[in-house]
């Protein structure tokens, strides 16, 4: 059974660079064995499937939004009450002095012999005489018992317990990774529980064989077992899925690309839960007790609400986040759970080119797919709708009710006629002719038109004509704009005739990998128009597909100029759409202020990286409020003693709790403070961290959080 998707796309490369020969070899040495040994043909410890089933049965518990649960141990949501070490090995000492000076006591007889009473009534007379080995044994074990009772007293005392498990073995033993496997079949995640229970129990079995002989990878049972929600949903039929299992086995139901994972990984990813892990939540009073020391990941069920990052320039916005993001879809894709779009500068670091089915590299003579200037469309009004948007979304007035709708009824007047003449849209120099009112193919378009007996698009096109010379046109400026697609370097490209590849977004059906280059060098504001381009084919095609099961999220690595007031509204449409979209700025200032309480109200996720500045920092900090904090007010007054026994006493004091002897007033109130001041996010997140907030699509909130992205 073959899985939905694209065919793979061959020969997206450019032509390789021939290696230098290297310098000549010295007669004098003898050659050199090659500093790097060969590629081994399998990974290590995979001649069996004793990685693969380990990594398979390690507990994966319910956790707290973002929380990385592979092998993960839950912590209180309340920090419990931690004695400071010196006192806590203070309070042990003195403990110890004080069972050991009572027990002193009762043997010399300072306390009488009252404590052998229960010895002397327990104990026949006989035993009593001289040199009975039953008394010597009765008396010290006695001597025992009493020795316990007064050492278990002081134990609990002296919080010896505690001292165990703070400092001695307890704490020195690490948790493994890894879980027993369980002993019945129905519980163990490697036998395929879900298809015996079905009835499919020769697949199981094959199935459970590959795992057991190392021919499974984490991809093949994310890709099987969505191949398995397909047929419970009435996608496929049982038997066709019996079949493929089989015959292929582990390679069942594979990628229209036949790839089974990528060419190479950098984060870490378990696609069990769909997570890929990109830091560790700082063990920081700021962050909630539970988070604290966790790994933190993102998936699915949180990049639905879409994500959006905002930091300078090496603040870790591609490295850190975009790359593991990028990996993770991708590896979706292979599994058939997700649909992914990556658009950067050319350049950037989003993955090797092998791990992508398509590569749109836009300038570049040597790419091989084309970019669909009107998204796979054959409706003009829609056509219209998504061009206008690229064009002169930037363009609209920043207030409520302004829209791109007078730029797109100029598109629709050109587009709908020409459509109909020629049976294709125009391209870039065809479109830019008609924007700028060429009496040529004006002309020619109008002949076609009654030739064709097209009388209502040839009042659409009257129309256009009558407004040509009108002041506040748009025709003129729609035109500018489309000239910076009309040049050399662009000249291959956007071809409506049918002689290229044109990539469409309408391809978001299928569990296709995209990365599209964008010209920066040189072309910036054509970068920007061709981003808003697919961000806005982004948001009008997931919106309308058949599978909403499908994923799809569009990774846009540097949204300068990108975000309008119809691309907030667009965002707005994805969480229930089953798509999201990751956007990463360098400052919020490349957003319109009216535009940026909008975009992070619409916006799920929210991370802020260091190195902000305090005027971005004071937008995070008023979409993530205030809360309530107790706030404690301690006055401290130093008592001094005047008798040489009080003096001594406070020497004691002093030196278990290392504190001059204080009388202390504490004031408790309830107080409304800021999560995250725009102060603290200027200036206290350390280089390598950031905060984040997430929400997932089931309506589950994590507070600001302080993370590690270098854990």
């Given at each position: 059974?073959?899985?939905?998707?694209?065919?793979?796309?061959?020969?997206?490369?450019?032509?390789?660079?021939?290696?230098?020969?290297?310098?000549?070899?010295?007669?004098?040495?003898?050659?050199?064995?090659?500093?790097?040994?060969?590629?081994?043909?399998?990974?290590?410890?995979?001649?069996?499937?004793?990685?693969?089933?380990?990594?398979?049965?390690?507990?994966?518990?319910?956790?707290?939004?973002?929380?990385?649960?592979?092998?993960?141990?839950?912590?209180?949501?309340?920090?419990?009450?931690?004695?400071?070490?010196?006192?806590?090995?203070?309070?042990?000492?003195?403990?110890?002095?004080?069972?050991?000076?009572?027990?002193?006591?009762?043997?010399?007889?300072?306390?009488?012999?009252?404590?052998?009473?229960?010895?002397?009534?327990?104990?026949?007379?006989?035993?009593?005489?001289?040199?009975?080995?039953?008394?010597?044994?009765?008396?010290?074990?006695?001597?025992?018992?009493?020795?316990?009772?007064?050492?278990?007293?002081?134990?609990?005392?002296?919080?010896?317990?505690?001292?165990?498990?703070?400092y001695g073995p307890p704490a020195w033993r690490r948790a493994v990774p890894g879980a027993v496997p369980p002993s019945a079949p129905e519980e163990d995640p490697a036998a395929w529980p879900a298809l015996r229970a079905a009835g499919a129990h020769d697949a199981a079995e094959r199935l459970a064989a590959d795992a057991r002989a190392g021919l499974m990878r984490d991809v093949d049972h994310a890709r099987i077992t969505r191949a398995w929600q397909g047929v419970q949903r009435g996608r496929h039929s049982l038997a066709t899925f019996t079949g493929a299992v089989l015959s292929q086995g582990a390679g069942a139901c594979p990628h229209p690309s036949g790839a089974r994972d990528l060419p190479v990984?950098?984060?870490?990813?378990?696609?069990?839960?769909?997570?890929?892990?990109?830091?560790?939540?700082?063990?920081?009073?700021?962050?909630?007790?539970?988070?604290?020391?966790?790994?933190?990941?993102?998936?699915?069920?949180?990049?639905?609400?879409?994500?959006?990052?905002?930091?300078?320039?090496?603040?870790?916005?591609?490295?850190?986040?975009?790359?593991?993001?990028?990996?993770?879809?991708?590896?979706?894709?292979?599994?058939?759970?997700?649909?992914?779009?990556?658009?950067?500068?050319?350049?950037?670091?989003?993955?090797?080119?092998?791990?992508?089915?398509?590569?749109?590299?836009?300038?570049?003579?040597?790419?091989?797919?084309?970019?669909?200037?009107?998204?796979?469309?054959?409706?003009?009004?829609?056509?219209?709708?998504?061009?206008?948007?690229?064009?002169?979304?930037?363009?609209?007035?920043?207030?409520?009710?302004?829209?791109?709708?007078?730029?797109?009824?100029?598109?629709?007047?050109?587009?709908?006629?020409?459509?109909?003449?020629?049976?294709?849209?125009?391209?870039?120099?065809?479109?830019?002719?008609?924007?700028?009112?060429?009496?040529?193919?004006?002309?020619?378009?109008?002949?076609?038109?009654?030739?064709?007996?097209?009388?209502?698009?040839?009042?659409?096109?009257?129309?256009?004509?009558?407004?040509?010379?009108?002041?506040?046109?748009?025709?003129?400026?729609?035109?500018?704009?489309?000239?910076?697609?009309?040049?050399?370097?662009?000249?291959?490209?956007?071809?409506?005739?049918?002689?290229?590849?044109?990539?469409?977004?309408?391809?978001?059906?299928?569990?296709?990998?995209?990365?599209?280059d964008l010209p920066q060098r040189g072309h910036a504001d054509a970068s920007r128009m061709l981003a808003r381009l697919v961000l806005a084919q982004f948001t009008a095609s997931v919106s309308v597909r058949e599978d909403r099961s499908l994923f799809a999220c569009l990774v846009l690595d540097d949204a300068s100029g990108v975000v309008t007031p119809e691309a907030v509204r667009g965002v707005q449409r994805l969480r229930s759409a089953g798509a999201g979209v990751v956007l990463t700025l360098r400052t919020l200032d490349d957003v319109p202020r009216p535009l940026r309480g909008p975009l992070l109200g619409a916006i799920g996720c929210r991370m802020a990286l260091s190195g902000l500045t305090p005027w971005d920092g004071q937008d995070f900090a008023e979409v993530w409020g205030k809360e309530w904090t107790e706030a404690r007010d301690v006055t401290d007054r130093q008592i001094i003693a005047e008798t040489p026994a009080g003096k001594a006493v406070h020497m004691l004091r002093r030196v278990i709790t290392g504190k001059a002897p204080t009388a202390r007033a504490v004031t408790v109130r309830q107080v409304e403070r800021e999560r995250w001041s725009a102060s603290e996010l200027a200036h206290a997140v350390p280089a390598g961290h950031a905060v984040l907030s997430l929400t997932s699509v089931k309506g589950e909130h994590a507070p600001p959080l302080l993370v590690d992205l270098r854990g």
């Open positions: 059974m073959d899985g939905d998707g694209t065919r793979d796309a061959r020969g997206t490369h450019a032509n390789p660079v021939p290696r230098p020969a290297g310098p000549p070899e010295v007669p004098a040495k003898p050659p050199e064995a090659p500093a790097v040994p060969p590629r081994p043909a399998r990974a290590p410890g995979a001649s069996d499937g004793s990685a693969f089933l380990t990594w398979l049965r390690t507990p994966r518990p319910q956790a707290l939004p973002g929380v990385w649960r592979f092998g993960h141990r839950p912590r209180p949501e309340e920090e419990p009450e931690r004695v400071p070490a010196r006192q806590l090995l203070s309070g042990a000492v003195i403990a110890f002095l004080v069972g050991w000076l009572i027990w002193s006591l009762l043997w010399n007889g300072y306390l009488g012999g009252w404590w052998l009473l229960p010895l002397y009534a327990m104990i026949p007379d006989s035993w009593a005489e001289p040199h009975s080995f039953a008394a010597v044994v009765a008396v010290y074990t006695y001597y025992v018992l009493i020795a316990g009772i007064i050492m278990v007293g002081v134990g609990r005392l002296g919080r010896w317990g505690e001292i165990w498990r703070r990984r950098q984060a870490r990813h378990d696609l069990v839960t769909g997570q890929v892990r990109i830091g560790t939540a700082a063990d920081d009073a700021r962050n909630p007790y539970a988070y604290r020391g966790a790994g933190l990941a993102l998936g699915p069920d949180l990049l639905g609400t879409s994500l959006l990052a905002v930091g300078p320039a090496g603040s870790g916005k591609t490295g850190s986040l975009v790359r593991p993001l990028t990996e993770s879809l991708c590896l979706h894709a292979l599994a058939g759970r997700a649909a992914v779009v990556v658009v950067g500068a050319a350049g950037a670091d989003h993955g090797p080119a092998d791990a992508y089915d398509v590569v749109v590299r836009i300038g570049h003579p040597d790419s091989v797919y084309d970019l669909d200037l009107y998204g796979g469309t054959t409706d003009p009004d829609e056509a219209a709708v998504v061009l206008a948007e690229a064009l002169a979304g930037d363009l609209t007035e920043q207030h409520q009710g302004g829209d791109t709708r007078r730029s797109t009824t100029v598109l629709a007047q050109l587009l709908g006629p020409f459509r109909a003449v020629h049976g294709r849209f125009p391209g870039v120099p065809e479109l830019r002719q008609l924007l700028e009112g060429a009496p040529g193919p004006l002309a020619e378009l109008r002949e076609g038109l009654r030739t064709a007996g097209q009388d209502s698009l040839l009042r659409e096109l009257d129309a256009r004509e009558r407004q040509l010379d009108r002041p506040g046109d748009l025709g003129g400026v729609l035109a500018d704009r489309v000239a910076l697609l009309d040049r050399p370097a662009f000249a291959p490209f956007f071809d409506t005739s049918g002689q290229t590849r044109p990539f469409s977004l309408k391809a978001l059906d299928h569990p296709v990998r995209v990365r599209i």
